[in-house]
């Protein structure tokens, strides 16, 4: 679906937010982890269009997603973290907007906003900023695009909203479905997003799914201090670690630990997935 080859993108040339990066992405809920400041917002800019690589290129579905090609938008829909809400009411947002995307379903549309308890007929611009995200999920899960990219989507809701977010996303999903959640709240969705995407400073760590992820790193907790773990850390319970998996245990992920141990062995990973 989407084809990143050899981008590079800057703001300033000293500071390269991209270098030379080369990424695929097919069906799944991906996440898109890194610190900030090294690019998830920017890279779900260049794949939907609105920022430009200064090199390589960015295809979606074929169409090169600088040029915003009709077909393109048709297919793919992006929730900023932060967006202006319309002085009209959700359903006539939805009346207006759905005739764009041929897949839309009023029906989903209405189960996931009483998911999220948001009433239909309220005006947008008077709903609070976490009603207006729920609303803007409950559309953009409802118009069924092949691709969705959400920018921080928990950012603004709160714990039992958080919970109705995953419920709302995991029913939407199907195999034939790309959609990326740029998050820095790993916890909040933890056991939903896969594969799972780490940026660092002008490079991709990681882009694997959980299966592969689990396979080559063991995730354990001991009451003992291991002397080989790629990232450990000390609990009431004892040590969580992140090991090399030599003997292909089964072990739980633990996308914290992961990030961790990602950005402090970073070419040790590179190395253990052919990064």
């Not at 990219?149 to 479905?177: C, H, M, W």
């Amino acid at each position: 679906m989407i084809q990143i080859n050899n981008l590079s993108f800057y703001y300033k040339k000293t500071r390269p937010i991209f270098d030379n990066v080369s990424l695929q992405l097919k069906g799944g809920i991906y996440g898109l982890l890194g610190e900030n400041g090294v690019g998830k917002t920017t890279l779900l800019h260049i794949i939907s269009g609105l920022r430009f690589p200064k090199e390589g290129s960015c295809e979606v579905f074929g169409h090169k997603s600088v040029y915003r090609n009709p077909d393109m938008l048709s297919k793919m829909f992006f929730l900023p973290e932060e967006f202006q809400a319309p002085a009209i009411s959700i359903n006539e947002f939805v009346k207006y907007n759905s005739a764009f995307y041929p897949n839309f379903s009023q029906e989903q549309f209405d189960t996931c906003l009483s998911e999220f308890q948001v009433e239909n007929d309220r005006k947008m611009s008077e709903l609070s900023f976490g009603q207006k995200k729920k609303t803007l999920i409950s559309y953009a899960m409802a118009i069924n695009t092949p691709i969705t990219l959400l920018d921080e989507p928990t950012n603004g809701l709160d714990i039992p909203s958080k919970s109705q977010f995953r419920k709302v996303v995991a029913s939407a999903y199907d195999e034939e479905r790309c959609i990326v959640i740029s998050t820095h709240q790993v916890r909040d969705l933890e056991s939903l997003i896969d594969p799972i995407i780490i940026l660092d400073r002008n490079q991709v760590l990681l882009n694997n799914s959980v299966e592969e992820i689990t396979q080559k790193l063991l995730f354990t907790h001991s009451a003992v201090k291991p002397i080989d773990a790629l990232y450990c850390e000390q609990s009431i319970q004892g040590y969580l670690s992140v090991q090399v998996n030599a003997d292909r245990e089964e072990s739980t992920l633990n996308i914290e630990a992961l990030f961790n141990a990602v950005v402090n062995n970073k070419d040790r990973i590179k190395g253990l997935f052919n990064v």
